[in-house]
Nanobody, 114 residues
């Protein structure tokens, strides 16, 4: 059974940094695109950043220049978040896809205090 496991969330003051980690397990293939989504209370889940298997990345406008998405190998991914703002507070979810199938992690809470 394919699973995505996340870690790295927490509480940080505005201007601080956090690094999120996501790893896939239970698979013998490589994911195509992996990404980070977030959902704040009362809001819809939104894409934060994504990265393809060849390393091409894409960022949502609010995080451009502050967040960096990377992949160590085909199934491990990081999100370096710098200059965090209170509006970055949300549950962050790891997402991966291959062959029309999608997987989600359980989510990790990121809270930025002002």
């Amino acid at each position: 059974q394919v699973q995505l496991v996340e870690s790295g969330g927490g509480l940080v003051q505005a201007g601080g940094s956090l690094r999120l980690f996501c790893a896939g397990s239970g698979l013998v293939f490589s994911f195509n695109t992996m990404g980070w989504y977030r959902q704040a209370p009362g809001k819809q889940r939104e894409l934060v950043a994504s990265i393809t298997s060849n390393g091409s990345s894409n960022y949502a406008y609010p995080v451009k220049g502050r967040f960096t998405i990377t992949r160590d190998n085909k199934n491990t991914m990081y999100l370096q978040m710098n200059s965090l703002k209170p509006e970055d507070t949300a549950v962050y979810y790891c997402n991966a896809n291959r062959g029309g199938l999608f997987w989600w992690g359980q989510g990790t809470q990121v809270t930025v205090s002002s």
